[in-house]
């Protein structure tokens, strides 16, 4: 069993930044990718972006490439997503989620798929609220 919690969010100006944290408890070492997700009104839930837990390879969302910064500390659990030159569409509800398969990491796209969605598969967090004016 894992659990996640999030902080971080909160409202900012276009153009400012947000450093949202996720921290894992329980059983973490069955934990392979980390992935932040963002879900507006209206629209799909997206995967903005992911980090395998043992490479630390990286992938992210073309839409938040080269504002978005997605890192680890493994020693203490938690991931990070640090969010820079915010823009009015990157108002979301923000989740973390870890999965425990580690093919969730793999690949030069990412589906949101039962890697994700199914609970046998991954841990989500609550999710926290980023607005951006």
């Known amino acids: 069993q894992v659990q996640l919690v999030e902080s971080g969010g909160g409202s900012v100006q276009a153009g400012g930044s947000l450093r949202l944290s996720c921290t894992a408890s329980?059983?973490?070492?069955?934990?392979?990718?980390m992935g932040w997700f963002r879900q507006a009104p209206g629209k799909e839930r997206e995967g903005v972006a992911r980090?395998?837990?043992?490479?630390?390879?990286?992938y992210y969302a073309d839409s938040v490439k080269g504002r978005f910064t997605i890192s680890q500390d493994n020693a203490k659990n938690t991931v990070y997503l640090q969010m820079d030159n915010l823009e009015p569409e990157d108002t979301a509800m923000y989740y973390c989620?870890?999965?425990?398969?580690?093919?969730?990491?793999?690949?030069?796209?990412?589906?949101?798929?039962?890697?994700?969605?199914?609970?046998?598969?991954?841990?989500w967090g609550q999710g926290t609220q980023v607005t951006v004016s």
């Open positions: 989620a870890a999965s425990f398969i580690r093919t969730a990491c793999y690949g030069g796209k990412w589906i949101v798929n039962r890697l994700w969605l199914d609970r046998a598969n991954a841990a």
């Open positions: 329980g059983h973490t070492y069955n934990i392979d990718c």
């Open positions: 980090i395998a837990t043992g490479s630390g390879n990286t």
